[in-house]
Nanobody, 120 residues
Framework: QVHLVESGGGLVQAGGSLRLSCAAS????????MGWFRQAPEKEREFVAL????????KYADSVKGRFTISRDNPKNTAYLQMNSLNPEDTAVYYC?????????????WGQGTQVTVSS
């Protein structure tokens, strides 16, 4: 059974930093693209960043480019999201997700989420 467990969320002041972690189990981590998504209150879930199973290539939403960095450690089965220069608009529940290299666009597995709150 696949489990994705996020950690590292919390309350931070504007301009601060947080590092989220996503620990995966029950899957061949190196064969999965790992993504981060977020959902703010009364808003739809949105894509934040991904790191591909293939060479760890990365992609970011325009809103976080230059501020967030996604990475992965395959031996540790863990993906990370380093978030710098946070602002109140980054406040949301952050979810990690895993997409098999055999899937097209659909993420196969999701974590339970971790709350990030940025105060002004």
């Amino acid at each position: 059974q696949v489990h994705l467990v996020e950690s590292g969320g919390g309350l931070v002041q504007a301009g601060g930093s947080l590092r989220l972690s996503c620990a995966a189990s029950g899957l061949t981590f190196s064969s999965y693209t790992m993504g981060w998504f977020r959902q703010a209150p009364e808003k739809e879930r949105e894509f934040v960043a991904l790191t591909s199973w293939f060479l760890g290539q990365t992609k970011y939403a325009d809103s976080v480019k230059g501020r967030f960095t996604i990475s992965r450690d395959n031996p540790k089965n863990t993906a990370y999201l380093q978030m710098n220069s946070l602002n109140p608009e980054d406040t949301a529940v952050y979810y990690c997700a895993a997409r098999s290299k055999y899937s097209s666009d659909t993420y196969d597995h999701w974590g339970q989420g971790t709350q990030v709150t940025v105060s002004s």
